[in-house]
């Protein structure tokens, strides 16, 4: 599974969240290093949320979550929470891996300073709609 939420600037400056769940399957072989799924093999669309029409926008801020598709949501929230809580040790961009949760985060040089404001924001979208992708299924 990979959920992702990005913070999206259009070309005429309107800003919004687009972020999408995707599925591997249950047979899919997780990997040790799943961090490159997410640009090597993202999986199958399976759930989306669309503020800005996908295409030409600038992405100032993501998160990427990648986890196997039967993982538990408070496994994935614990991720977040301890990636929340010593952010700022971290490099810009940054990965985080806990278990077989593995999360990415980045922001733009100019959000670098709300760094902790942006994944407040991104992480309730992302467990929101992996929830009612879940509650659909």
Same mark, same amino acid.
């Given at each position: 599974?990979?959920?992702?939420? =990005?913070?999206?600037?259009?070309?005429?400056?309107?800003?919004? !969240?687009? %972020?999408? $769940? =995707? *599925?591997?399957? *249950?047979?899919?072989?997780?990997?040790?290093?799943?961090?490159?799924?997410?640009?090597?093999?993202?999986?199958?669309? $399976? =759930?989306?949320?669309?503020?800005?029409?996908?295409?030409?926008?600038?992405?100032?801020?993501?998160?990427?979550?990648?986890?196997?598709? &039967?993982?538990? /949501?408070?496994?994935? &929230?614990? %991720?977040?929470?301890?990636? #929340?809580?010593?952010?700022?040790?971290?490099?810009?961009?940054?990965?985080?891996?806990?278990?077989?949760?593995? !999360?990415?985060?980045?922001? &733009?040089?100019?959000? &670098?300073?709300?760094?902790?404001?942006?994944?407040?924001?991104? #992480?309730?979208?992302?467990? /929101?709609?992996?929830?009612?992708?879940?509650?659909? #299924?």
């Amino acid at each position: 599974m990979y959920v992702t939420a =990005h913070l999206v600037r259009s070309s005429e400056g309107d800003e919004g !969240i687009n %972020a999408f $769940v =995707h *599925v591997h399957g *249950v047979q899919f072989p997780w990997p040790q290093d799943a961090a490159p799924l997410a640009d090597a093999d993202p999986g199958r669309v $399976v =759930h989306r949320r669309i503020d800005l029409p996908p295409g030409g926008n600038e992405v100032r801020a993501y998160l990427d979550v990648l986890a196997p598709d &039967e993982s538990p /949501r408070d496994a994935i &929230e614990d %991720a977040l929470t301890r990636l #929340a809580s010593d952010l700022e040790e971290r490099r810009n961009p940054t990965v985080f891996i806990q278990g077989a949760v593995t !999360i990415r985060f980045g922001v &733009e040089l100019g959000l &670098e300073r709300l760094r902790a404001q942006q994944l407040h924001m991104l #992480a309730p979208i992302a467990l /929101r709609l992996l929830d009612e992708y879940r509650s659909s #299924a």
